[in-house]
């Protein structure tokens, strides 16, 4: 089974310039998380899919982050104007549903903002 | 609202000693799960174990034990005999069933096992 694809691995861009992160969860799966882990700390939820629907983007920065899921498969995660704060591993996750079901993990987007 | 607090920030081991990493948790609501999850170096959070807020028994796999206490909100993780290879940053979760946020995670531990 192939595990939550993400790309790129790695970005370095200049603040204030946009970025977009792609992620293709397993097949099948319902639920779908974007993840942002700053060094040191906990991944901190942005944003959960269920199927093409958002269920809870409470935590995500709507002036400047924005999320979709087409066809309730791939995602895409965009910073539009990236601050240096924003540096930070993005990580997706998909699970087979809400609740009960693990989350599987991608290895993840390194962004670096200079 | 939905919180999980890992008070260790780091833990340091000699290889075969065993190790506790305590997780506690705050829930509103009455059926949730509980996860372990390992972030070895190379960065990929892997899925250890879960758990249902209705399942108290205590599991064991190997060489990791988990202990589940609704009375106190805690679900810690025993390594016993500590390997190198088990140094990494470890992550507890909650996941609710009825409200809001799935898999907010804990702050995680860092456990270094020194051969």
């Known amino acids: 089974e192939a595990g939550v694809a993400q790309s790129p691995r790695y970005k370095i861009i200049e603040k204030r310039q946009s970025v977009a992160f792609w992620c293709n969860p397993i097949s099948g799966h319902a639920t779908l998380y974007w993840y942002q882990q700053i060094l040191g700390q906990g991944p901190k939820l942005l944003i959960q899919?269920?199927?093409?629907?958002?269920?809870?983007d409470s935590q995500l920065p709507k002036d400047r982050f924005s999320a979709e899921r087409l066809k309730g498969v791939d995602s895409t995660l965009k910073i539009q104007p990236a601050k240096l704060e924003d540096s930070a591993v993005y990580l997706c996750?998909?699970?087979?549903?809400?609740?009960?079901?693990?989350?599987?993990f991608g290895q993840g987007t390194r962004l670096t903002v200079v | 609202a939905q919180k999980v607090t890992q008070a260790q920030t780091e833990i340091s081991v000699v290889e075969k000693e065993d190790v506790t990493l305590d997780c506690v948790y705050e829930t509103r609501d009455t059926t949730y799960y509980l996860f372990w999850y390992k972030q070895p170096p190379s960065g990929e959070l892997v899925f250890l174990i879960r758990r249902n807020s209705f399942d108290e028994q205590n599991e064991i796999s190997g060489r990791y034990s988990w202990n589940f206490q609704k009375s106190t909100s805690s679900f810690n993780f025993t390594i016993t005999a500590s390997q190198v290879v088990d140094s990494a940053v470890y992550f507890c979760?909650?996941?609710?069933?009825?409200?809001?946020?799935?898999?907010?995670f804990g702050p995680g531990t860092r456990l270094s096992v020194l051969p």
């Open positions: 996750a998909s699970s087979l549903n809400r609740g009960f079901h693990e989350a599987f």
């Open positions: 979760a909650l996941s609710e069933a009825n409200y809001g946020q799935n898999f907010v």
């Open positions: 899919f269920q199927n093409n629907g958002v269920v809870d």
